[in-house]
């Protein structure tokens, strides 16, 4: 099993940055790709960016390219994203999600095994 751990949501402007974090641990060995989702009220989930977990292989969601970025520590089992320019539509809830395995496709939600409880972001305008 690998737990994830959110944190870094907050209230802020539109136009103002956050830096979320995501600490992973238990089996992380098993970890091959992270990746962070987000759900708005009344709205499903959808993928905002992911990395794999070994080699520099990115993917972004056209919403956020340009203003996000993922990144990992791990040395401290540790992703995080990186978001300025925040706008509200940004507004949601933000979870943090692993595979185990082989990273296979990124943006596909039903590849992730773990999850984390998620962190809320409110990006008022």
């Known amino acids: 099993q690998v737990q994830l751990v959110e944190s870094g949501g907050g209230l802020v402007q539109a136009g103002d940055a956050l830096r979320l974090s995501c600490a992973a641990s238990?089996?992380?060995?098993?970890?091959?790709?992270m990746g962070w989702f987000r759900q708005a009220a009344g709205k499903g989930r959808e993928i905002v960016a992911a990395?794999?977990?070994?080699?520099?292989?990115?993917y972004y969601a056209d919403s956020v390219k340009g203003r996000f970025t993922i990144s990992r520590d791990n040395a401290k089992n540790t992703v995080y994203l990186q978001m300025n320019s925040l706008k509200a539509e940004d507004t949601a809830g933000y979870y943090c999600?692993?595979?185990?395995?082989?990273?296979?496709?990124?943006?596909?939600?039903?590849?992730?095994?773990?999850w984390g409880q998620g962190t809320q972001v409110t990006v008022s305008s």
């Open positions: 990395i794999t977990w070994r080699g520099s292989t990115t």
């Open positions: 999600a692993a595979k185990k395995g082989i990273p296979g496709i990124l943006w596909e939600e039903y590849e992730y095994a773990y």
């Open positions: 238990g089996r992380t060995f098993d970890m091959s790709a």
